[in-house]
């Protein structure tokens, strides 16, 4: 069994950066894919980025292209999302996640089965 543990989010202005992390433990870990989601008051869940455990091919929703940077470290199985430029549409819960689903399902809920909890992203204008 696997936990995910979000960190890093908070409150920053427009314009700002956060560094988001999340860390995997308890038990055997060897997902195909992992992710980040975001999910605003009132919204769906959308995806944001995801990354390939093993090789580190990376995928971005358009709308983050260019500002938003996944990472990842195995050897300490953690997960990074860097964020710049930061707009107030970007205002959500983010959530890290971890799959071994087929690239085509990549930016679907359906294709993960662990998450963390959520850390909150606040940007003010």
């Known amino acids: 069994q696997v936990q995910l543990l979000e960190s890093g989010g908070g409150l920053v202005q427009a314009g700002g950066s956060l560094r988001l992390s999340c860390a995997a433990s308890?038990?055997?870990?060897?997902?195909?894919?992992m992710a980040w989601f975001r999910q605003a008051p009132g919204k769906e869940r959308e995806f944001v980025a995801a990354?390939?455990?093993?090789?580190?091919?990376?995928y971005y929703t358009d709308s983050v292209k260019g500002r938003f940077t996944i990472s990842k470290d195995n050897a300490e199985r953690s997960l990074y999302l860097q964020i710049n430029s930061l707009k107030p549409e970007d205002t959500a819960v983010y959530y890290c996640?971890?799959?071994?689903?087929?690239?085509?399902?990549?930016?679907?809920?359906?294709?993960?089965?662990?998450w963390g909890q959520g850390t909150q992203v606040t940007v003010s204008s």
């Open positions: 990354i390939r455990w093993n090789g580190g091919h990376t």
């Open positions: 308890g038990g055997s870990f060897s997902p195909t894919y």
């Open positions: 996640t971890a799959g071994r689903g087929i690239l085509s399902r990549v930016t679907q809920t359906t294709a993960y089965f662990n």
